[in-house]
């Protein structure tokens, strides 16, 4: 069950430009929350924005959550401004985490900008739970883009840099660069980033044969399973099944699930 709770925020800083990682002290969900599941997070000055903000759960600490995040818009502006020592009201954690599986000896995250973020906490439950490390692509548009680089390299990840202008690592999509290390049998492949991305990072998995589960994005009101404001179309027979909430039945799906073709 998610909880509600105001949280004091214990660090909040700046990592990258225009990109932020806060860290707050949340005990309870911390104790429940897995790789994959995300927060919803209320950045309000009087009554705007109304909406809570979904974040993903970065990292899970015995005490407390960071989020990593980029200010895109009035919420995350006024999320950035929120200082340590303030207290920010968090429900969480709210949907489904990143299966883990032990059959599989390869796994490849591939991040397409801040899709990065739920990424720190699998790979440390894929190295917590099957004592194996992770491979990690990383994508963006220019180098200035990329985050998380020396967080997975001090993980002992092996990291892939691609950037769309060459700036940094080689000059490739992320799909380019997940067909490049070859996933074959014994890999599962997980994606976070925008859907075009995910979109061919699915088409390669299917070429492949490996499966890929993929974290969705959608904007959200209720943020728990009510509204149907976030619903994203679905590879079901059954038309009355076919549309998802991206917040209660994700954000994390089978790729095969998702009809990429409505994107
Ligand atoms: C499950 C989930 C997890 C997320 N995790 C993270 C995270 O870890 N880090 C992070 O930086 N962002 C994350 N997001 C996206 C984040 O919620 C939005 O960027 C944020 O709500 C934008 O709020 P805003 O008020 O700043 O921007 P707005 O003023 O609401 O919008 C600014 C621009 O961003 C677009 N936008 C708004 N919300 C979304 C969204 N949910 N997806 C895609 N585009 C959007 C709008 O269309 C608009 O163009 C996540 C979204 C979901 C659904
Ligand atoms: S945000 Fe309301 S159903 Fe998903």
Redesign the pocket.
């Known amino acids: 069950m998610p909880w509600i709770a105001d949280c004091p925020i214990t660090s909040h800083q700046e990592v990258a430009p225009g990109?932020c990682r806060m860290v707050i002290h949340a005990p309870q969900i911390a104790k429940d929350a897995q790789a994959g599941q995300?927060c919803m997070l209320q950045?309000q000055e009087g009554l705007y924005?109304f909406l809570r903000?979904?974040?993903?759960v970065?990292r899970i600490f015995a005490d407390g959550l960071s989020?990593?995040?980029?200010?895109?818009?009035?919420?995350?502006?006024l999320?950035s401004r929120m200082t340590q020592g303030e207290t920010i009201n968090v429900q969480g954690p709210l949907?489904k985490p990143f299966p883990i599986d032990p059959s599989f000896d390869r796994h490849i995250l591939v991040a397409g900008g801040?899709g990065i973020?739920?990424f720190p906490a699998l790979a440390d439950a894929i190295k917590r739970t099957l004592g194996k490390t992770p491979e990690v692509i990383i994508a963006a548009r220019t180098e200035q883009a990329l985050v998380g680089n020396r967080d997975f390299r001090q993980m002992g990840c092996k990291v892939h840099l691609a950037t769309d202008d060459g700036s940094a690592g080689k000059k490739a999509f992320a799909s380019e660069m997940l067909e490049k290390l070859r996933p074959g049998p014994g890999t599962v492949v997980y994606a976070c980033g925008p859907m075009p991305m995910m979109k061919a990072t699915h088409a390669v998995c299917e070429a492949a044969g490996v499966p890929c589960f993929t974290?969705?994005?959608?904007?959200?009101a209720c943020g728990d399973g009510v509204c149907l404001g976030?619903a994203v179309e679905a590879n079901v027979e059954i038309e009355s099944e076919r549309m998802v909430r991206?917040?209660k039945d994700?954000?994390v799906f089978d790729s095969k699930l998702i009809h990429w073709e409505s994107y």
């Open positions: 990109h995300f950045v924005p903000r979904p974040m993903s970065e989020f990593l995040y980029k200010i895109v818009g009035e919420g995350t502006r999320l949907g801040i973020a739920p974290s969705l994005e959608a904007e959200m976030c991206v917040c994700g954000p």
